[in-house]
Antibody, heavy 120, light 106 residues
C-alpha cells in the first residue's frame, strides 16, 4: 500500500523559512515523479512543484525562486524548502505521487496534508 | 492554461445523473484528469487521459472530451459522491486545476 506522510508544517513569520518533508513507502520511490500541491483555506487546489525520477524540477510562477523541491532516494523522502514566505503561501501542502501510466501527469496517491501558516 | 469549471455548484438528488464541465483556455488534447475531494480529505483521482478510470473507481464515473471541452458524468449519484470535483490539465507546465464544482444534495 502506498503511503505518503508529510511533516514539518508550522506557523512561521512572513519572510521566514520552513522545510516540508514527505516520507514515502509502498512503491519504488526512485522510479516515480513526485509533486507538491497546496490548498489555501476554503480554496481550490494549486500545483506548486514537481520533481522527476531523474531529478528534473518544475515550479509554479508563484513560488519560483523562493521554493526548492528535492528528493533523497536513499531515504525515500521528498522535500520542499520554502524561503521568503508570504501570507499568501498559507495553505495545506500535499505531497503527491504520479500515476504509473506513461505520459500521464496526474496524481494517484496523496499524503494527508500539512498546514503551513504564514503570519506575524 | 486556465481551466474553467461549470457550474460552481450543482444540486442533484440521489440517484440522478450529474454532468460537470471543464473548459481549457487552449487545447490540451486528452491530457486531462478529474479528482474528487471531500471535506478534510486529500483529493482522489477519478479519471486520467480524459476518459480512463483510475484504479478502483466505480463505473458510474465517466469522462469524455478532448481539446478544450471536457465532461465528467456521474450516472447515478450515491450519497458518498457529494463532494467537490476538480479538473486538471497536464498538457503544459505549469500544471493547472479548475476552481472546482461542488456537488450538493438537492
Amino acid at each position: 500500500e502506498v503511503q505518503l506522510l508529510e511533516s514539518g508544517g508550522d506557523l512561521v513569520q512572513p519572510g521566514g523559512s520552513l522545510r516540508l518533508s514527505c516520507a514515502a513507502s509502498g512503491f519504488t520511490f526512485s522510479s516515480f515523479a513526485l509533486s507538491w500541491v497546496r490548498q489555501a483555506p476554503g480554496k481550490g487546489l494549486e500545483w506548486v512543484s514537481s520533481i522527476g525520477s531523474g531529478g528534473s524540477t518544475y515550479y509554479a510562477d508563484s513560488v519560483k525562486g523562493r521554493f526548492t523541491i528535492s528528493r533523497d532516494n536513499s531515504k525515500n523522502t521528498l522535500y520542499l524548502q520554502m524561503n521568503s514566505l508570504r501570507a499568501e503561501d498559507t495553505a495545506v501542502y500535499y505531497c503527491a505521487k504520479r500515476i504509473p501510466v506513461i505520459a500521464n501527469n496526474v496524481f494517484d496517491s496523496w499524503g494527508q496534508g500539512k498546514l503551513v501558516t504564514v503570519s506575524s | 492554461i486556465v481551466m474553467t469549471q461549470s457550474p460552481a455548484t450543482l444540486s442533484v438528488s440521489p440517484g440522478e445523473r450529474a454532468t460537470l464541465s471543464c473548459r481549457a483556455s487552449q487545447g490540451v488534447s486528452s491530457n486531462l484528469g478529474w479528482y474528487q475531494q471531500k471535506p478534510g480529505q486529500a483529493p482522489r483521482l477519478l479519471i486520467y487521459g480524459a476518459s480512463s478510470r483510475a484504479t478502483g473507481i466505480p463505473a458510474r464515473f465517466s469522462g469524455s472530451g478532448s481539446g478544450t471541452e471536457f465532461t465528467l458524468t456521474i450516472s447515478s449519484l450515491q450519497s458518498e459522491d457529494f463532494a467537490v470535483y476538480y479538473c486538471q490539465q497536464y498538457s503544459n507546465w505549469p500544471l493547472t486545476f479548475g476552481l472546482g464544482t461542488k456537488v450538493e444534495i438537492k
